[in-house]
């Protein structure tokens, strides 16, 4: 590249770059989008010009022919004022009075794009002169007597020329101060809207750092004149804590002064008239939302809600008819803010802006910001009402945006059309995109000096924000304090208008969103709000505060937290979006719990405040928060003002304890500190109340409080020891709330009485116990209850006075002593005087009753006052019942008869008589050694239960033997525990209850009906059945409780020898074995078994306990095996020959994968296995012969070591050895067991070595020989299928891998040594193959026989195969040694292979010419070899030699499935050429016949899947996709199998569905059908060779069965365990079954310990391995994300249910899987979007 730019600078040439320079002017207009850009350009330069006036002409043509003539200047007689709307224009006219035009200002003018160079210039880009042809094609340029005009070449060429030169003014005495453009419109029209040009005007001057005075005319009169008259600038003090610099201190302001600005217009009716209606921008604020919820987790919503400007339009003012000559005249004054700023740039910055502006940037400048304060808004708000039209004031554009209207820009010079987002226009040295309508933030080093600009603009409105705050505060804390309100109010009046006056300045500062840059209001508000050290200053109800001080307002507080800075209503109603601001950014907080409580410590509350308060307390039920803790704080904060003034008496809360609420108690008595006023709780509930900790003051915390000491003494009119008047009084309020009070209560008021002497009586105050109530004096010393009142008695007083300890009758021992003992009373008397006072006995006295012994037992016949004494609970009433059960009876006497129910009776039974014994004594009584109380009390037993004894437990009683019973002995006594209610278990030795008792022997005694599992084990470990009958009895009963037993009970039971056997058939004798020793089925069952393990037969019913016990069927093969090993010779003659014998070893070799490793190894060591040896039948032929007629050998068989038999895989080597080995018998399953016991093959014990002569080379026959063999080779290939060749087909088509040669005579030598024998055999040969290593292989022939083919084909089969058969040799020797026809007549296919055959070499030989070959789908390979492997249908018949083209084997079983459909072939990417074959290399197979699913990881299932459903949409594919070319090389093209319909797809899918079934099975074995193909050699997920073992069936869930495999630990805690996994399984597998809409007892749940078998289809059972669930997916179900797993399960239905169809995993079965897996996408996708 760097030679060629050399050569091109050597001989090339130059040639200038063309601009189009009409075009690129318009490019340059089509970027200036606002309106009027022609006078906004001119405007600027006349103010960087200095120009102090500006004058705008709209001229007429015909004006224009006037002023040029000489009488132009005269009057304009009858030329009346032009209809602004319709007078066409002729030309524009704009002259200013600045410095006129120098030369580089006229070189610079006709030159696009290079700008003004100097800094303190706003120009910047060189393009704003040319916004002039947006108008005119030929602008014209005077000033200072020189004149420049443009024009286009040949007048519409896009070459633009000027003219320059000197005009005749210049010499004239008195020079142009005017500088003066001149633009003939293009297209004559009307004035461009002269109000809206007005107003831009009044806008555009207001920044002009020059510029006092525009005028606007049309033709001569003038339509507007706007003068400008700035104020004295007054320096402000900036506040300290304003930081005037960011970060980067590029810039740094110095000072702010602040002026006052006013713009004077006159402005003629005629332009008003034609004015656009600007209507006033108001807003509509919705009210905060305050919250409804707990003060603990909100106080006030947060204001989210956006309001949007809505526009009101001001009512439409009369039509009045004005002159449109007359000027109305109006002004506006405003306040600027500037701040001086210097500037600091590094020399980089610096050359970087100077690069994109064309000017270096200044040192110094200035940032203005237009504010209008709240009075000066005002004002022009009515003089906005006071307009002469409707259209609204030329100086509307200049008032304060405060509704986010988007009124105020941006200036740079000039308003553009960039927003700030605040209420005012702000200006400075911003640095403006090339159009100049926005600043530009894109250009990385523009940016950095725009971002600072703006941080100093966000600065300037926090200062003045700070100004007019700090001038609001002094205002209102002087108002404050004038109105002696203690610095908290000023005046209601002004503190309204400060108020509104705040309300302004925060909305004007308020940061709406900029347009087009919403980063302009983003900035300036970060300035706005991080300028400052401290947080912003906001006006609250305490006056000017911070604003972090300050709370959003709520009405719930502001009845007691007087004294809290919150927002003002109106200001929060006014100005939503500033609080959301302040409240977002944390400055404005919700009123906090902290808040409330430094409120309440600060300022006591009176009663109302403090109602209020806890009022609000009440209302906050947050349970987020610590509601107790909180409202202790709050409690202990608070303090009470009863009173004012100097009697004011302060009660913290704190120390509240107590509320009234009963107003019983007199409240001119005694209460205590702690008691709330009833003045406060009043306004409360009881349960609110409590819910400050406080409990109500109840009367007996008043009878505590009046019984203290210090109350007591404080005053004796009110000590109850001391006045009568106020102890009645006391007892008095007592007995009124004595029912409602509580025994607890009660109690305790008695304690305190009974201490205390204040019960007013006779004799004056008496303690309560000594004390009487009139009733009881009986004697007249005693002192009697007397009130001062007269007050009766009764109802709750007496109920008082009597639980307090007042006496109502005389002391019962004072009775006893006067009547008892002198022996003139019987008991009945006693009773009968008893039951009159029993209403005023104390329960003291009835103990004391109770206690006391004196009664007498009837039948003791003693003298008067020498009875015994007993206490009534000793005795039992009279009855007749009592007397039968010799119980002691009360002696009653004669003189009154015994009643149960009279007064006497219930008294005697309440002091303790009894009526009947109690449970344990009648029990004890049904074992009285006295056979009429014992029947007496069984039978009161029986009928008392469960009337008398509701408790009756015989678990109680389980010691005494009180249930008569029956055993083997005859009748009994037994315990519950030893008696049970069935009867067929007095066989067994236990004991049954009688007869008599049996119906309620379970349902009231409580016996069992059956003995327990515990006690049935004990039985049979002591006691054997005595003979079978017996056992058979035994056996059926235990069978009926089988369920009864635990797994390890009948573990136990199956090691016991309870099972009576017959020592010898047909003998007596008999012998007791185990349950697991036995076999059930009797002995002929078993046939040869039987004579190794003994069989018994019980019946169905017995047998099916011993099963439960342990008992087989039949022996496991371990068993057999055991037998086999502990004696294999008299296993031989049991079992009556070798042919018996061999059938053994066959079932051991079936079942060998059931064998343990300990067995096998035992066996490995055992003569266990027959084996074979020949023996000639005669000794008289030579030892050399071996070619000895099969007829002359005879068989010795043996039992020998497995080391010590040989397998016979090589017949030859068997000829010449067999007479010195033993061999194993010549079955491939036999062979492969004892293979696996360690036998070893003839093939791998005899070395075979070669003798050869000289080589006969060029021989003929080895080249015919050669030919013969690649030649009939394929056709031996096709037919062998068993196993894999070692080489392929074409590596021996290669002269260098396969050679034959031919030698004089060939000699084979063949060598044993095996065991003790060395043997060595030689043998003439005709041909022998070999290959050393992965060498070529070559074929011997000797020159001097006839070749056999046999030996050619034995010795190249050895060679060609892993494993050989005997039949494959046969098979290749009739191929070589037949005619080609004659094979052909035979059936096979010999025309076509070798055709075939043919084509495959062509097509190899061209394989070098092609770079791609065409590939099957690779889901169909399988069926796509049958469809390719035939060029018409009448090819697909099956013969011998050819091959198959039916379907597969799967399908074709199950009638009804028709053949897979071949999906259309598609063109696969280039395929690389394969690398030459090598000996070593393995076998290489082409695309057509590779399984490419041979691998289906889980995974990738769903990405396989949708790819092959993305294969099969029509169109989907690109057409170069669909098309096919033939691979073998035919060049007539093939024709498209047929598409099979959609309908039978959709059939072949619900037939899969349908084909799944329940398992009925309770024990799954492995499948073991499904052969291993070549077309699935490696197997997926769901392949039986990873099998797992045998599946027990444990349980169900809901209706899907549970299996285990048998090596998994606790299976029967396996559900229980496992319950809660499983059922998150099940959840995930019940949706898609109804999405497949199978059954669900189809679906089946299996775990295993190991292995890769994730699921599996059995029979249209599906098995699904939970193991594998559990590891991926159930955590991820248990937390909420199922859709993995409902992925990942639905595609392995999907699989299982298509192996219904095809049991192989191949092409087919891939498409079936695919079509059931879009078949039911949709419901698929419906339920994971839910």
Not at 420 to 436: A, L
Not at 1463 to 1480: E, F, N, Q, R
Request: include cysteine; proline fraction near 6%.
């Amino acid at each position: 590249m760097a030679h060629d730019r050399d050569a091109l600078w050597a001989s090339g040439y130059d040639e200038t770059v063309e601009v189009n320079q009409r075009a690129l002017i318009d490019k340059v207009l089509a970027r200036y989008s606002g309106e009027f850009t022609v006078f906004r350009e001119l405007l600027q330069n006349s103010d960087d010009a200095q120009s102090s006036a500006v004058e705008i002409y709209f001229e007429t043509e015909e004006y224009l022919r006037r002023k040029n003539n000489k009488d132009a200047m005269q009057p304009e007689d009858g030329v009346g004022f032009p209809d602004l709307k319709a007078t066409p224009v002729f030309q524009w006219t704009f002259r200013n009075n600045g410095i006129v035009f120098r030369d580089e200002d006229w070189n610079r003018l006709r030159k696009i794009a290079e700008g003004n160079p100097d800094e303190e210039k706003i120009g910047a880009f060189g393009v704003g002169f040319y916004s002039l042809f947006s108008v005119t094609e030929e602008p014209f340029v005077i000033s200072g007597g020189h004149g420049m005009q443009f024009y286009w070449k040949d007048k519409t060429g896009d070459q633009l020329l000027v003219r320059r030169g000197d005009l005749p003014s210049k010499n004239a005495l008195q020079p142009n101060p005017w500088t003066t453009f001149e633009m003939t419109l293009r297209e004559q029209g009307p004035v461009p809207q002269p109000f809206d040009l007005t107003r831009f005007l009044a806008s555009s001057i207001t920044f002009m750092v020059h510029i006092r005075s525009v005028s606007v005319f049309i033709d001569s009169h003038r339509l507007a004149h706007l003068t400008k008259s700035p104020g004295v600038p007054r320096e402000l003090e900036l506040p300290k804590v304003l930081k005037k610099s960011s970060g980067s201190g590029l810039m740094s302001v110095k000072s702010v002064q602040s002026a006052a600005t006013r713009i004077q217009a006159h402005v003629m009716h005629a332009v008003y008239a034609l004015g656009t209606e600007k209507p006033l921008i108001l807003t509509v604020e919705e009210p905060p939302k305050v919250s409804q919820g707990g003060f603990f987790s909100s106080l006030l919503s947060t204001f989210t809600s956006h309001h949007q400007p809505v526009l009101a339009k001001p009512l439409p003012q009369p039509q009045v008819n004005r002159d449109p000559t007359g000027v109305y005249t109006s002004s506006v004054t405003l306040t600027m803010f500037n701040a001086d700023v210097d500037v600091k740039l590094d020399k980089k910055l610096q050359s970087e802006l100077h690069r994109s502006t064309k000017k270096n940037p200044p040192n110094h400048l200035n940032y203005s910001l237009i504010y209008t304060g709240k009075d000066e808004y005002n004002v022009s708000l009515d003089e906005e009402k006071s307009q002469p039209v409707s259209s609204g004031s030329v100086f509307q554009g200049l008032r304060a945006d405060l509704n986010g209207a988007g009124q105020a820009h941006v200036f740079i010079g000039h308003a553009t059309g960039q927003t700030t987002g605040i209420g005012g226009h702000m200006t400075s040295r911003f640095i403006p995109t090339v159009e100049r309508e926005s600043i530009d933030l894109v250009d990385r080093n523009v940016a950095i000096w725009n971002r600072e600009l703006l941080y100093v603009g966000g600065y300037l409105c926090r200062a003045a924000y700070e100004m007019e705050l700090e001038n609001i505060r002094m205002l209102w804390n002087e108002a404050s304090n004038s109105t002696n309100t203690n610095g908290f109010h000023p005046d209601p009046q002004l503190r309204d208008w400060l108020r509104d006056r705040f309300l302004h300045v925060l909305k004007f500062f308020t940061f709406h969103v900029s347009t087009p840059s919403s980063d302009v209001a983003r900035f300036l508000e970060a300035a706005f709000f991080g300028c400052s050290t401290l947080p912003l200053k906001v006006l609250s109800t305490t006056g000017v505060r911070d604003a972090s001080d300050v709370r959003a307002p709520d009405p719930m507080f502001s009845s007691f937290l007087k004294y809290l800075p919150v927002l003002p209503d109106p200001i929060l109603l006014s100005a939503s979006l500033a609080i959301r601001t302040l409240q977002s950014k944390g400055l404005i907080t919700n009123i906090t719990f902290s808040d409330v409580l430094a409120q309440l410590r600060q300022h006591p509350l009176n009663e109302d405040e403090l109602v209020a308060c806890l009022k609000w307390l009440v209302g906050q039920q947050d349970p987020t928060h610590d509601a107790t803790r909180a409202r202790t704080e709050l409690l202990n904060a608070t303090i009470l003002s009863l009173g004012s003034g100097k009697d004011a008496k302060p009660i913290p809360l704190s120390m509240v304890q107590y509320f009234i609420h009963q107003r019983m108690i007199p409240l001119d008595g005694p209460l205590p500190d702690s008691l709330m006023p009833l003045s406060v709780t009043k306004h409360f509930t009881q349960e609110q109340l409590r819910s400050f900790g406080w409990r109500e003051f109840l009367i007996l915390d008043w009878i505590q409080h009046i019984f203290r000491p210090d109350v007591m003494n404080a005053d004796p009119a009110q000590d109850v020891t001391r006045s009568s008047e106020w102890a009645e009084r006391v007892l008095t309020v007592l007995a009124r709330t004595w029912p409602s009070l509580s025994k607890e209560s009660h109690e305790k008021i008695k304690t305190m009485f009974i201490q205390k002497s204040c019960i007013p009586t006779s004799s004056g105050l008496y303690k309560p116990q000594l004390a009487y109530f009139p009733s009881a004096n009986i004697f007249n010393d005693l002192p009697v209850v007397t009130f001062t009142s007269g007050g009766a008695l009764k109802g709750n007083m007496e109920k008082l006075l009597s639980f307090i300890g007042v006496r109502k009758h005389v002391d019962l021992q004072v009775v006893f002593d006067r009547m008892v003992k002198t022996g003139d009373w019987t008991i009945s008397d006693l009773i009968t005087h008893l039951v009159t006072i029993q209403s005023m006995l104390t329960p003291d006295e009835i103990t004391k009753l109770q206690m006391t012994s004196a009664f007498s037992k009837e039948g003791e016949n003693a003298l008067p006052g020498k009875k015994s004494r007993y206490r009534a609970s000793d005795l039992y009433e009279p009855s007749i019942t009592n007397r039968q059960l010799g119980l002691p009876i009360i002696d009653w006497g004669e003189k009154t008869k015994w009643r149960s129910s009279s007064e006497e009776a219930k008294l005697l039974h309440r002091l303790g008589l009894r009526k009947s014994p109690p449970l344990d004594l009648t029990v004890k009584l049904c074992v009285s050694s006295e056979p009429d109380i014992r029947s007496a009390a069984f039978k009161y037993l029986i009928d008392s239960i469960p009337s008398r004894y509701p408790d009756y437990r015989c678990e109680k009683f389980g010691h005494v033997a009180f249930i008569p019973a029956v055993d083997n002995f005859g009748p009994c006594m037994g315990t519950p525990d030893e008696v049970f209610a069935s009867h067929q278990w007095k066989v067994l030795g236990f004991s049954v209850v009688e007869d008599a008792f049996r119906d309620i022997a379970v349902s009231k005694l409580g016996l069992k009906e059956h003995p327990p599992a515990t006690r049935i084990v004990a039985l049979l470990e002591k006691t054997s059945p005595q003979d079978q009958n017996v056992a058979r009895r035994w056996f059926e009963i235990l069978a009926g409780r089988v369920a009864d037993f635990s797994s390890s009970q009948l573990s136990i039971i199956s090691g016991l020898p309870i099972v009576p056997t017959q020592v010898e058939p047909g003998s007596q004798a008999l012998r007791w074995l185990s349950p697991s020793q036995c076999y059930l089925g009797g002995a002929s069952k078993g046939q040869f078994h039987s004579k190794l393990f003994v069989f018994v037969d019980f019946g169905p019913s017995a047998n099916s306990f011993l099963s439960a016990c342990g008992s087989k069927q039949e022996p496991s093969v371990e068993e057999v095996a055991s037998i086999l090993v502990a004696d294999p010779r008299k296993f031989y003659d049991l079992a009556g020959g070798y042919e018996n014998y061999l059938v053994e070893l066959r079932n051991l070799a079936v079942n060998a994968r059931l064998l343990s490793t300990g067995a096998l190894a035992r066996m490995k060591v055992s003569p266990i296995l027959l084996s074979f040896r020949r023996q000639r039948k005669s000794r008289k032929e030579s030892n050399k012969a071996l070619d000895i007629d099969e007829d002359d050998w005879e068989l010795l068989h043996d039992l020998r070591k497995p080391l010590d038999v040989v397998i016979a895989d090589d017949t030859n080597a068997y000829q010449m050895f067999g007479e010195s080995i033993y061999t194993a018998p010549q079955e491939d399953l036999v062979e492969n067991f004892y293979a696996i016991l360690g036998s070893k093959r003839l093939s791998a014990v005899v070395k075979e070595d070669y003798r050869v002569t000289s080589e006969m080379k060029h021989n003929k026959s080895a080249a015919d020989t050669r030919a013969l063999l690649l030649e009939r080779l394929p056709l031996f290939l096709h037919e062998h299928t068993h196993t894999r060749t070692k080489v392929s087909l074409s590596w021996l088509s290669n002269q260098d891998n396969f050679k034959v040669r031919v030698f004089g005579k060939l000699t084979v030598v063949k060598s044993l040594s095996f065991g003790d024998n060395t043997l060595k055999r030689e043998q003439d040969a005709s041909a022998v193959a070999k290959r050393s290593g992965h060498g070529p292989i070559e074929l011997w022939l000797s020159g001097s026989t006839q070749v056999d083919m046999y030996e050619v084909a034995t010795s190249l089969c050895r060679l060609l195969f892993e494993t050989v058969k005997v039949n494959d040799a046969l098979l290749f020797m009739t191929i070589l040694s037949t005619d080609l026809k004659a094979l052909k007549r035979r059936g096979y296919n010999v025309d076509k292979i070798l055709r075939q055959q043919n084509d495959r070499k062509l097509v190899e030989a061209a394989r070098g010419s092609f770079t791609s070959i065409p590939v099957p789908d690779p889901r169909m390979s399988q069926s796509l070899k049958s469809e390719t492997r035939s060029l018409s249908p009448s090819h697909r018949t099956k013969v011998p030699g050819g091959w198959d083209t039916s379907p597969p084997k799967a399908v074709a079983s199950k009638p009804g499935f028709p053949p897979a459909p071949a999906p259309p072939l598609i063109t696969a990417p280039p395929v690389p050429p394969p690398k030459p074959s090598t000996p070593d290399a393995p076998p290489q197979h082409t695309v057509g016949n590779e399984d490419v699913g041979r691998h289906p990881v889980i995974p990738n299932i769903v990405n396989n899947t949708l790819q092959n459903i993305r294969r099969k949409i029509p169109g989907f594919n690109s057409s170069s996709e669909d098309a096919l070319t033939l691979s073998q090389g035919s060049q007539n093209p093939r024709t498209p199998p047929t598409v099979t319909p959609q309908s039978n797809i959709r059939s072949n899918v619900a037939m899969a569905i349908k084909g799944c079934r329940p398992e009925e099975g309770k024990l799954v074995h492995n499948r073991r059908e499904m052969q291993t193909i070549k077309e699935s050699l490696d197997e997926g997920y769901c392949d039986i060779s990873g099998h797992v073992a045998e599946l027990d069936h444990i349980g169900v869930m809901g209706t899907m069965k549970i299996f285990i495999a048998r090596d998994v630990p606790e299976p029967r805690t396996f559900v229980t365990r496992k319950h809660d996994s499983l059922a998150r399984f099940i959840h995930i597998v019940t949706p898609l079954a109804n999405i497949y809409s199978l059954p669900m007892t189809a679906l089946h749940i299996f775990y295993d310990l190991e292995g890769g078998l994730i699921a599996f289809n059995r029979n249209g059972s599906l098995f699904l391995n939970y193991r594998f669930f559990e590891a991926w997916h159930d955590q991820d179900v248990k937390n909420g994300n199922i859709n993995q797993a409902y992925i990942s399960w639905y595609f392995t239905l999907a699989h299982e249910i298509a192996h219904n169809l095809v049991q192989p995993h191949n092409s087919e079965h891939e498409f079936y899987f695919s079509a059931l897996c879009e078949a039911h996408i949709e419901k698929f996708t419906q339920l994971l979007s839910q």
